[in-house]
């Protein structure tokens, strides 16, 4: 069963690609037609690339590791936050911070910064300090938490990026072609689809657009995340019933030996008797 449909992908706006002018050729197989100057997008093929991608993306939850959403255009922003929250997923929608991925250790390190102003908050430290030094460190807080708050349980590279408009994200693709992390995309016809491991083909400007993919894409991550949840309770179940037996065979030899020291007592009594 398909996770989304043609009628609502068409409803969304996900059809309307780039003036002809400004496409690429390599996104050729996914263009239907041509209307009025503008290319129009085969939803057929969306719908199948939504799926695959869905896909992977649920094994990848699955598996326990984080998938990273980028998006840093107006339109983007705020739907990729809530969406990728709602799975508690790590998320860039302000500016990608240069070498994110290529540099991660100097990354974490900005964010052990801003815990380690929280800890001074927390300790009663930060009260002790001049006006002008707390007015500093509350505005390097802050900037902090807009750049890299959302990426605070981020402790080591992830598993896969999601990236609305990827030639806008074009430094996060490379980053992450360069470290050969997967890279999943809304992918426009102005854009090249080449250095994109699972291309979905769409408007990437409309913001309803945009959330109809998030929707089907975190819905197949959610579904991960719950079967992952699943199997990790079933493997405990099944390890407390591997016990149980176990407790019962020692039970059962602990009574076969107090059996055998009780006929030995009454042996002794009965000789003793004898005599």
Known sequence: ???????????????????????????????FMERNGIH??????????????????????KS?????FVATKKQAKQTVAEKAASVNMPYVIERWPGGMLTNFPTIRKAVKKMASIDKLTADGTFSNLSKREILQISRQRAKLEKNLGSIADLTRLPAALFVVDVMKEQIAVREAN??????FGI????????????????NDDASKSIEVILDAICA??????????????DAEAAAEQDDQPKKGRRGGKAREEEAVEDEAAETETTEETAE
Not at 178 to 183: A, D, E, F, N, Q
Not at 220 to 233: H, N, Q, T, Y
């Open 64 to 68: 326990g590791k984080k998938i990273l």
């Open 178 to 183: 360069r470290l050969g992390i997967p890279v």
């Open 187 to 202: 992918v426009d016809t102005n854009s090249n689809p080449d250095n994109i491991d699972f291309m979905i083909p769409a």
């Open 220 to 233: 197949a991550v959610s579904e991960g995340l719950e079967e992952r949840k699943i199997e990790r309770v």
């Open 40 to 61: 129009i997008i085969d939803l057929h093929k969306t719908v199948a690339k939504i799926d695959e991608a869905a896909e992977a993306m649920k094994q990848i939850a």
């Open 1 to 31: 069963m398909s996770r989304t449909n043609f009628d609502t992908l068409l409803e969304a706006g996900c059809h309307f690609g780039h003036l002809k002018r400004k496409w690429n050729p390599a996104m050729a197989p996914y263009i």
